[in-house]
């Protein structure tokens, strides 16, 4: 990332901070779901990315990231494909496709849930991170939200049996149709 960049770029927890840790750990925990985690080098574009710069892609199974990508945006994308359906996780490729707002919720708050399968990482880190990057939500703030507003973005990843009634992940693929 170039100094001025950086200087517009919120301070986020990124794969580089630790990449010794987070490049094997996050793949572990993708390849739980068939997802394989791809670097990019730090020069390239991450292919698939939907937003662009150093936010997370992608393509198929495979979820794309360098460095500079926020730990948020990886699991951001990871949870996309694990919550959209199977005819839409077949034609893959940059665009997520969820224009379903409780699946974009359901998205969110599964994310919040895996960033505590990550040693070193931790929910109240997510929080931190998703209202430093710019999500936004009726509440003020990613864990007002997750605590107070969440119920039917819960109750779709039940539904979808991506979670567990102790809201703990399955490590499931959706499997319901749109």
């Known amino acids: 990332m170039n100094a001025e960049v950086a200087a517009l770029t919120p301070a986020v927890t990124r794969i580089g901070d630790q990449p010794e840790h987070w490049w094997p750990t996050l793949g572990a925990l993708l390849a739980r779901w068939g997802q394989a985690l791809e670097p990019v080098a730090d020069d390239q574009a991450i292919p698939g990315s939907f937003w ?22 990886v699991l951001h994308e990871a949870c996309h494909y694990i919550c959209m359906s199977p005819q839409r996780r ?7 496709g969820g224009r379903d707002p409780v699946e974009e919720n ?3 708050y599964l994310q919040c849930l895996l960033a505590d399968h990550l ?9 931190r991170d998703m209202d430093a990057w710019g999500y936004s ?25 991506l979670v567990d009634a102790r809201q703990q992940p399955t490590f499931r693929l959706r499997q319901a149709p749109d």
């Open 119 to 127: 040693p070193g990482y931790s929910r109240a880190r997510m929080f």
């Open 52 to 73: 662009g710069e150093s936010e997370a892609g992608l393509i198929g199974h495979r979820l794309f990231a360098r460095v500079d990508t926020p730990i948020h945006s």
């Open 106 to 108: 359901a998205t969110c």
């Open 137 to 161: 939500f009726r509440t003020g703030s990613a864990k007002s939200w997750f605590e107070q507003d969440a119920e039917e973005a819960l109750a779709r990843l039940r539904t979808w049996a």
């Open 90 to 96: 077949e034609r893959l490729h940059t665009d997520a």
